[in-house]
């Protein structure tokens, strides 16, 4: 569809009372994009794309808890009490962006989002007229796609140098192992993107292993960026692809590092996190002299920032959604060697809306084409919604769920909750490259096992921790395992061992002695990876290419306890 | 993932039974009591189960919490529990001695470092983990007063993160 077209689709919608909201118009399309400079440093943010190079369908979550402080607070709030809270009005294409209301309808309505040919023409537009700004990318760029997983990586490499990113921290990057990440870093980035992290050290003598931060002047301000990774890269992946480096938070270090770029002569420091938004929000109330967090990992698309006041003044946290679907814009007012005034907006990336930049269009057809064949191969027909964002399950997991069950003959699954993944519309049809957008790592392996009662509901308290650990700083930032075939009450403000109960296996409760059959995938441990187990992707399309066409599966969701009027729970 | 938990068991299993440290001593001016196993071992300080027991057996009788120490590079969340990386800094003055505890261990002391007057009250060292548990740190001062600080740190399966 062009743009015109999709222009005229909108004012026709709105006139004829279709879904939208009868003050809907393409006035509103424009109006989107209109962001007017403000003050003398900009930042241009965007994190989590997980390699999408091409827009896509992405639904929000309609499950998203907070519990202790978090309760009710951003991100933690969904569907109407995310609109109410922003000031969003309903029916509106940013309502559409940031909820998942009205998934099916608004999606056919206002089209796919992100694509970097279009995020390329939008980060022109405000290059031009910003000038001086930079951009910044927050991480998981080099996975969650097939042609990414199958190129080491370069894909993203060279769109992203193409793009013009400037700075960089990573999480899921790591997952191509030290080696590589150090090939790109050197050889790739040399002269053209710092990649920085405070939080990486050396597992001998606590060496930095990547700078911690870069000073930038912009427009005659000096800027310090220093970057944070995931905290939590080798638990919750597998430690054998960084053996030779420790993570963690490290908010002492953190404190010291703003101290010296200060001492250098910063008039605004910014921090570009892969810790996710809780962690966030903790490190802010805690490190001083912080001014703004650009932040990723827990896939928050939050419209405006959170401030947090702490002894060093106040600090802006964001968090800047997933999947290439949102761009985000700092503008800083910087007088008098300090952060003056702010404006931050989160841009929807509406395909329809941004033209595709050609010179960025051409590259990406041009990485793709070796690979077009594969991608393109049509395993099923949806007949339901299918995603995968959610605290508990989404319908493509338990549809990951099926296959693992029915393929590997298991009576239980485990799917892990990771936060990536593109949405899929009813009656459209899921290609291969659907299937390596939810599985595409490089630790794929199918498992079964034979695990004890006690040993399942060890695990599954285990993760219940690093989602709702009172503690933000004791948190992984990843939902809960997706779990088929048993059923469990879960209890989220219950003390760590005492959240998970009542499981049940067709009625009949869970025996801890008793051995279960256990299908699961993305094992962490080196003895799994020798094992060698099928990949995800194969299991998954096999079980689509027999079924033909995907029924809505059914959801198997666990009962919640102390959830109860929660806002970051709907639908 | 039992694969996985069976490794993490096998991996703790062949570290050393109860005690790991000082692998790291700072600038070589502490004197960890362990590298003085015949000299200045104190035997009921680290068979104790306890906090207090540790208190007692270092002749306290209790110990003040505090926040005036720095838990450096000591990890929220380990990510190998058989050796987590313990860093503690002391801004108590006068601090004479720094106890490492790991609360759920078999034996909870873990070590202990004395420092000569003049040194910087700052300790690295390495302990094993079994399962989450409250790491301390106690403070012992010149004038015999003992000073306590915590941090949880939790053991966890891994995966599904992200």
């Not at chain 1, 999947?323 to 985000?328: D, I, P, Q």
């Not at chain 2, 007057?117 to 007063?145: E, M, W």
Request: glycine share 10%.
């Amino acid at each position: 569809m062009h743009r015109r077209e999709f222009l005229q689709l909108l004012a026709t919608a709105a006139a004829g009372g279709f879904l939208l909201d009868p003050r809907a118009s393409w006035a509103q399309g424009e109006r989107l994009y209109d962001v007017p400079r403000f003050g003398n440093v900009s930042l241009l943010h965007f994190t989590d794309c997980h390699a999408q190079l091409l827009p896509t369908y992405f639904r929000e979550p309609n499950v998203n808890l907070g519990v202790a402080a978090a309760l009710g607070r951003p991100p933690h709030l969904v569907g109407e009490a995310l609109l109410k809270h922003f000031k969003l009005r309903p029916g509106s294409a940013e309502a559409h962006a940031f909820s998942y209301l009205n998934f099916d309808q608004a999606a056919r309505t206002y089209g796919k989002v992100g694509g970097f040919a279009h995020m390329a023409t939008l980060i022109n537009r405000l290059r031009a007229s910003r000038p001086g700004a930079l951009l910044l990318d927050g991480g998981d760029t080099w996975q969650g796609s097939a042609t990414a997983l199958w190129t080491k990586g370069q894909d993203m490499v060279d769109v992203c140098k193409r793009l013009g990113v400037n700075i960089m921290t990573a999480h899921w990057e790591f997952t191509l192992g030290a080696s590589r990440v150090k090939e790109i870093v050197e050889r790739d980035f040399k002269g053209q993107i710092d990649f920085i992290a405070q939080n990486i050290k050396t597992t001998d003598f606590e060496d930095p292993v990547f700078p911690s931060h870069v000073m930038k002047e912009i427009n005659g301000v000096p800027v310090a960026i220093i970057g944070q990774a995931f905290p939590y890269m080798p638990i919750a992946n597998p430690r054998y692809f960084v053996p030779e480096w420790s993570f963690g938070i490290r908010d002492e270090n953190m404190q010291k590092v703003v101290d010296e770029v200060r001492a250098k002569g910063a008039h605004a420091v910014v921090l570009l996190s892969h810790n996710g938004m809780d962690v966030d929000l903790k490190m802010a109330s805690r490190v001083r002299g912080i001014d703004a967090i650009l932040g990723g990992h827990t896939h928050d698309g939050v419209p405006a920032p959170v401030i947090i006041r702490n002894a060093g003044g106040q600090t802006l946290v964001t968090n800047a959604g997933s999947n290439g679907k949102f761009l985000a814009v700092l503008d800083l007012d910087v007088r008098a060697k300090h952060v003056a005034d702010f404006r931050y907006r989160l841009l929807p990336i509406f395909s329809n809306l941004l033209p595709a930049d050609t010179e960025m269009d051409a590259l990406i057809k041009h990485l793709r084409a070796p690979f077009q064949a594969k991608l393109d191969e049509k395993l099923a027909v949806s007949h339901g919604l299918l995603y995968r964002r959610g605290n508990f399950n989404g319908t493509l997991d338990q549809v990951i769920l099926d296959a693992l069950m029915e393929v590997k003959g298991a009576e239980i699954a485990f799917s892990p909750g990771f936060r990536w993944g593109t949405t899929i519309l009813p009656g459209q049809t899921i290609t291969f490259e659907h299937v390596m957008d939810q599985t595409a790592i490089t630790y794929p392996y199918t498992t079964v096992n034979e695990m004890s009662g006690a040993m399942i509901k060890t695990i599954l308290e285990d993760i219940a921790d690093n989602l709702f650990n009172p503690d933000p700083y004791y948190q992984q930032g990843g939902d809960m395992v997706r779990v088929g075939g048993m059923t469990y009450t879960c209890d989220i403000q219950g003390k760590p061992g005492h959240r998970i109960s009542d499981m049940r296996l067709g009625g009949k409760p869970i025996n801890a002695d008793k051995r279960y059959k256990v299908a699961g995938w993305a094992p962490v441990s080196e003895e799994a990876r020798n094992a060698g187990g099928q990949p995800a992707w194969e299991v998954v399309a096999d079980y689509l290419r027999a079924k033909k066409t995907i029924k809505m599966p059914k959801l198997n969701l666990p009962k919640l306890s102390g959830a109860g009027g929660n806002p970051g729970m709907a639908g | 993932m039992e694969e996985m938990i069976a490794g993490r068991r096998r991996f703790l299993q062949s570290g050393s039974a109860t005690t790991v440290f000082g692998l790291f001593v700072a600038a070589g001016l502490i004197r960890p009591e362990a590298a003085f196993a015949q000299a200045g071992w104190n035997k009921d300080a680290f068979a104790s189960k306890s906090l207090n027991d540790v208190v007692k057996a270092l002749g306290g009788a209790g110990a003040t919490p505090t926040n005036d120490i720095s838990w450096g590079a000591t990890p929220e969340i380990a990510e190998n529990g058989a050796v987590v990386p313990i860093n503690v800094t002391s801004r108590i003055p006068n601090t004479q001695s720094i106890a490492v505890l790991v609360e759920k261990n078999p034996n909870a002391l873990a070590a202990k470092f004395d420092f000569p007057a003049g040194t910087d009250p700052t300790v690295s060292t390495r302990v094993k983990i079994g399962q989450s548990s409250n790491v301390h740190a106690l403070i012992k001062t010149a004038d015999g007063k003992y000073f306590v600080a915590t941090r949880e740190v939790k053991v966890t399966i891994g995966g599904c993160g992200g």
